[in-house]
């Protein structure tokens, strides 16, 4: 159950309604009708009671929408797109789509999670948790894409990486830290976009970049809620308590410098205005590419270094002080 | 005993409670000091034991272990309060553990070679990786950089840890910065994992080593044992996710028994930095252009 | 028809004796003009024919083709005879195919992009690679890295030649050596594969490229089918090692139509080589050893 | 059936005899016996009659002898071996047997392919078959080696790469081709070596080299002589035939240029000495790596490429000559 979902359930009863006696009324002049106006005015109290302000939990939700927008959403919105697949020793991971791309110009190499839209892609594409082999190609085409001085835009979107017997056999483990070395110093821009669910390593495989940016009502946290409160508690139905807990809001991702922005979302969530949303997220990494392009490829890796190492927080005992912290 | 391990013994409470030891797996009864002297396996049935970080880095080095990092400690980022707030667990593992963190760091000679040391303990919050590890970790790689010295890091980590939240999470990513600057230049790194280690430790340092090394019988893997479980609806084969078992997947080089590993560690380091290095790495970057 | 062409036109046989070709996969009997209009795809059941090397440059190319390496010719380094000495084998395929060995190379446009194309033919001796597919290829890739051009090869191969033994053999590491200074450079290759790519070829240029396309349906793999059903004593599903098998298998990364192959390898070129490359790659390498 | 092992019983069964008659007349001067000094003349001759001169054929089996010493043998003499195992994602292939080594006091990586002595292990390495997994060990420990400048020393003796069909199904050809590009600009001294068989993409996998050497019997082939009867003639059985055709013996190898030196076997096979064999070999590497490590990387790479380059026979047609060849 998608508390989002539940939660809009009234709402679209009443957009429904509006739209019936804006048929009815259709030759009168617009705002004249008392009923209208009213019920106008009443879904948008409702709207931003509903929106206005959503708890870490609801944002989870949000996030795994069943209209929210996908990765293939946003390639379908590219002006090209060629897909390249397979790591080229075992299989191709449908999770992740990625190839080359044009936008506005610009040429790129897009990597992306995929979690699919109905039940049959869904299992198609394991409902984006990819496998090793998927992150074997991404790691193949980080490099394809330095070979060639493409910048590189992923797209994140994942409750995590497969946790199957068969990608413990491929070794998970590997695949993701192989990820994270490829792309720590790939001499060419990378912008990641978490445009759903960012869920641990297996999202993080794809955000070791030079701008981390995130959609207004989207997660990214160091486990699931789920996950957390099970390894906490031992009580996965305590998520509601775990993502309170957990900071994973695009807002604290950016006060804790995770995050270098937050896209705004419409009131109600990307899905109430997918192309608008989606033309957004564009032109916000088209414009950081652009800003990025103009760094001289050493002081990129320099800089993206730099911005990797600073995060965290914690004490340094002074020097000359008791030995207890 | 050299000085440094001595100043930490004395922090230890004595060991009257602790003489006998229970083995796990076939339940020996084994005295507290001849455990010790056999590095903390089991002379039954060869269980290894989990060691703590300053046990095992006695063993190793020659002498002295100058620790570095010791002075980052834990903060509170997200004023996390469950049970417990988060501060009095970090308290309550420093009582258990006589540790500050998860991993202890430093610099030593092993055979007469320099190396840098990473350890990390599993008594310290099941050796769950916060900013702490994270920050030390990369200071140990920074530091072996500079001093061109080989490092090796000891892992034993349940994964990131929550009370951190993403804080903890990104230092998979700092820590693999450090590791891959440190490795461009030419150094050598070698991991040995112990049991356990499982998510984020397994998904970054853990598999960037140049030469990866297991005790026997450790539990490695990305996804817990229980996790797999759950989602399968069945239980697993023993062997699953064991050193053995990732020896025949490829997963890693070589399994080896504690009572060998320092001697295997010392010819690692002897076919690694036996060459003038500095010399033949120099050149190989001067003519990269070609 | 460009001049190139002509010229190469003019050594060929009258059609009449081929004006209607069987297709061998659904039996529908195809009108020799029809079928190279469709680029020798059947209409009715989109089997694509082996193709000429000639027929390919010409669909592929903006109009020019300079030829090179055409003056490198087969010698007979083993005097080879078995049934017949090995260059009466040569002769023959010279008459039948009207090429002078198994690859033509050479440069030329595709939608105003200059390229470096090689393109084998599987009608002379079974693309089998000798001493002059590898010649003719080495030369090729050398010369478009001094021109800093992409490079696109098309395979269609049964293997090394037997007749030149380990002259053949010796072949696909000195490809090997010219690929990789060309990549190294900087440059895009790009594979197209066809129907079939088996033996050195696979297990060399034909899977060291950029981006490996295939055409639909066709033969790819390193073992031929019969060696490996001889092995395990049962037949292979009829599947196995096709372009389509291979994409699922995770080896190739896209299969394309040969009516959509122009416009694929169009678009490639662009994201290839859109961007100023020379100073980009100049600068990566100045810094290299930071 | 192994034909030099055929041709070997009577000259076993003989010095047996000789053998006994030594024991028997232990307490006569040397030489004295007449009856055992015929016999050891005539040893000496059929010896030299049946190896003096050995057809390609012979060589091939000479290759294959049960007893001829295998990769392991070499590794077991070696001053230190620390073998490292898998390729990281997926197997350990047996067949390839890699790792750090020391001898006469150098350090270097080893790669090796082991066909198995008896049949216990002939099964589990493959009969010395490597499959992709196995390939890509060694592509990692080509990196591992040059990252810590160690020089390469392959061991070569293989039939052939595996062609099964998990081998297929895992690219063998891309595992192949990758090896060979992996080598061909390491920047570190390689020395490849045959002991045993050499054979096809499957064995040139680890032999692009800066120097490549063999065994005066190994052999080293585009195919196996019972593959190149059945790919020309469709008949395995005329591998006879075949092998006369492939000059695939160490004489004819090193003509062509392909292969620098051949170090001589005793009379009758590495077999009939393998310590004395082992330690010429060890040797002979030794000295080429010696020679190796005084060449500037750079110009060890740019020497390597100018060795391959140049292999290959053909005509050029002059310009202006007719259009025939
Ligand atoms: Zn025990
Ligand atoms: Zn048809």
Redesign the interface.
Known sequence: MNVIVEREKGLLELERRIKELQVLFADQIPGSNVELSALVEKYGEIQREIFGTLTPWQRVHMARHPNRPLALDYIAALD?F????????????PAIVAG?A?FAGR?VMVIAQQKGRDVKEKVLRNFGMPS??GY??VQRLVA?AE????PIVTLIDTSG?D???A????????????S??AF??A?TPIVATVIGEGG??GA??L??ADRVIMLEHSV????SPE??A????GDSSKAE?AAE????TSD??VR?G?VDLAIPEPLGGAHRDAPGTIARVWETIGSLLDDLGRV???AL?EQ??EK??K?????????GSAD?? | MPDWLRLRRAEEPPVDAAQWTKCPKCGTMLYRRDLAAALFVCSTCEYHFRMHAFDRISGLVDGDFTESGADVLPGDPLAWVDKRPYPVKLEADRVKSHLTEGIVCGFGTIGGIAVALGVMDFNFRGGTMGTVVGERLALLFEEARKRRVPCIVFTASGGARMEEGMLALMQMAKITLAVRRFRDDGNFYCVVLTDPTTGGVSASFAFQADVIVSEPKAAIGFAGRRVIEQTIRQKLPDNFQTAEFLLERGAIDMVVKRAALRDTLLRLLDYAVGEPRVASHASRNGSAAR
Chains 1, 4 share one sequence.
């Open positions: 090209a060629d897909e390249l697949h397979g790591d080229r020793h075992f299989r191709d991971d080359f044009k040429r090793p082999e074997r190609k394809l070979h060639l001085c493409l990486a946790p199957g017997i990608s413990e056999e491929h070794a998970q483990g590997e695949s993701i830290a192989q994270l070395y720590s110093t001499r641990s390593g993080l495989a955000a070791v990214y946290s160091v486990a996950g957390c099970a390894i906490l508690w308590e807990h957990l900071k994973l604290d991702l804790f995770i001289e490829r050493g890796v993206r270094y990797y190492r995060i965290g927080e914690f004490a340094v005992r002074r020097a207890s912290p």
